[in-house]
């Protein structure tokens, strides 16, 4: 997949694209067929098949004070997106600038001049440019008078609540249900950055831990997890199970939210490299012990309790 950052200047084979557009938080199944979508229309035109997302998320633009919310910062976003094999991802930058551009402009300087768009395929609920001034009827108007297909994708709903949605998940995860929120993601939810030193409290007790500040993330439930970590290694990434707490760590007077993660039967250091954790299982809340030894005989507990979760799951991949 080829990364662009703009929209103007583009070799001309990065031009005449089927794009999908959206914001594509978390790439939930719903996204998924919005993307599937394009890529068929993509193969039944012989034109290359695009995502064109918005960074940063136009919530923390619109809202800069709401708590963290994001499902998948960018680097996530563009590896799931590129794993359904999209050719193409145009990244529109959405500071105070874009927020004010307006509808008409979006599509004019945009999607016709810059992207010379053969098709363009979005949700039902797609809004864009300064108020929310476009939906997918501008656009259709717009593909008439410019020579560009419009497909609109209607709700994309499961079997049992509704219609698939970033808040779905949100909710799930929030409701410490990760399983849930896999099922309408279509692989476990997972958080990743780079490992970083703590106070190797956790080493002095035989259960070290590997430390990723949460950054923009939406804040799960708090408490210990069942999880499967994964380090990348070239081009690879290596799996291994593991038990996580994710919180502010209350027995040892910790204030930063971030997430702890024992990789089991594992001695190695990765202090600087770059980790991935998926969320399998919440096994219970996070809370305050009386004493550091109660916190370690909870932890044997807690490892044992990933071991016979983890056993029963199938490998992860990707």
Request: with cysteine.
């Amino acid at each position: 997949m080829r990364l662009f950052r703009h929209t103007a200047d583009l070799p001309e084979d990065a031009r005449g694209a089927v794009v999908a557009l959206g914001n594509f938080d978390g790439v939930h199944r719903g996204h998924q067929a919005v993307i599937a979508t394009a890529q068929r229309i993509a193969r039944d035109l012989s034109a290359p098949s695009a995502v064109m997302t918005f960074e940063p998320h136009p919530r923390s633009v619109f809202r800069p004070d709401d708590a963290p919310f994001r499902l998948s910062p960018f680097r996530v976003k563009a590896r799931h997106i590129e794993a359904l094999g999209v050719d193409l991802l145009f990244v529109c930058h959405f500071d105070e600038s874009f927020l004010h551009k307006t509808a008409d402009a979006f599509i004019q300087e945009d999607l016709v001049a810059g992207l010379g768009v053969r098709h363009v395929v979005c949700g039902y609920d797609f809004l864009f440019g300064h108020g929310r001034g476009g939906d997918p009827t501008l656009l259709r108007q717009a593909g008439a008078a410019h020579g560009f297909g419009v497909t609109e994708v209607g709700p994309v709903a499961d079997d049992a609540d509704g219609v698939y949605s970033s808040t779905r998940v949100r909710d799930a995860l929030v409701a410490g249900n990760p399983r849930e929120a896999a099922r309408l993601l279509g692989s476990p939810w997972e958080i990743e950055g780079r490992v970083e030193h703590g106070d190797h409290k956790g080493r002095t007790i035989g259960f070290p831990t590997a430390n990723v500040e949460l950054a923009d993330y939406l804040r799960p439930a708090f408490g210990v997890y069942a999880v499967r970590t994964g380090v990348d290694q070239g081009a690879g990434t290596v799996w291994r199970n593991g038990v996580a707490n994710l919180g502010r760590r209350p027995t040892v007077g910790g204030t930063v939210e971030r997430l702890e993660t024992h990789i089991l039967d594992f001695d190695g250091d990765l202090y600087g490299q770059h980790l991935r954790v998926q969320l399998i299982e919440f096994l219970r809340p996070e809370r305050k012990f009386g004493s550091f030894n109660e916190l370690k005989d909870q932890i044997v507990q807690d490892a044992a309790a990933a071991r016979a979760v983890l056993a029963r799951e199938p490998r992860s991949e990707g």
